[in-house]
């Protein structure tokens, strides 16, 4: 494949949902990996913006989040490193939103590497058109027989908060060193860095009665200009 996130590069989820997560690579590239493998197992579909978020370090994703409030503990093998900046803002509230939507990244990562839709973590934070576009999207992996490695950064992270459950985000992913692994032979999919390895997304999200951050939807644009390097 080769943008990981694009692996499926996106399954299209009911209304104008369209999901490219879990980032992946490159995208126009050597072999069968450019942007549009995921044709292959999903159709293709994008749409989404970003912002400039708040500055703050990146640190590389844990083997396993530590659990707090309740929230379940998610691993990652070694060779899945996920980034995230900012990952704190000063404002409680959109704090609160950053974390569960870097919880949500990851638990979309654990759920392709289980090879599991319906993994708890990955129920546990979303719902609705958000849990569909999740399970569809892992669903396409396994399908495949794929899992996801490398290193993807998710950066400019701004929130702009709704109401007082209701909130949006909009981020870039930048897949240049994330790819998609055939699971059967241990094969990464590497492929040359292009526009198409950076993507901009939109998520709209919603706190339940848990207080978690639930998504609900979310878009994306592969090779969106705000994004590039």
Not at 9 to 14: H, L, N, S, W
Not at 124 to 150: H, L, M, P
Not at 172 to 191: A, F, N, Q
């Amino acid at each position: 494949m080769n943008p990981r996130s694009s692996l499926p590069t996106t399954a299209v989820v009911g209304l104008t949902a369209v999901l490219l997560l879990a980032g992946c690579g490159g995208g126009d590239g050597d072999g069968d990996g450019d942007g549009d493998d995921g044709a292959k197992v999903a159709d293709k579909a994008s749409s989404a913006s970003t912002t400039t978020g708040a500055s703050a370090s990146a640190s590389p994703s844990a083997s396993a989040s530590a659990p707090s409030d309740g929230r379940p503990e998610i691993s990652l093998p070694a060779d899945d490193t996920l980034t995230f900046t900012p990952e704190q803002d000063s404002d409680p509230v959109k704090d609160a939103i950053l974390k569960d939507n870097a919880e949500f990244v990851r638990a979309l990562d654990a759920a392709i590497v289980a090879q599991n839709p319906r993994l708890p973590a990955l129920e546990y934070y979303t719902e609705g058109e958000g849990a569909v576009a999740a399970q569809d999207w892992v669903q396409s992996f396994k399908k495949a027989g794929w899992t996801v490695t490398g290193t993807v950064r998710y950066t400019d992270r701004q929130v702009s908060v709704e109401s007082k459950d209701r909130a949006s985000l909009t981020y870039c992913g930048d897949e240049s060193k994330g790819y998609t692994k055939v699971i059967k032979t241990g094969v990464i999919e590497h492929t040359k860095v292009t526009k198409n390895s950076y993507v901009a997304y939109g998520a709209q999200v919603q706190k339940n009665d848990k207080g978690v951050w639930e998504l609900v939807k979310i878009a994306s644009t592969r090779g969106a200009d705000k994004c590039q390097p």
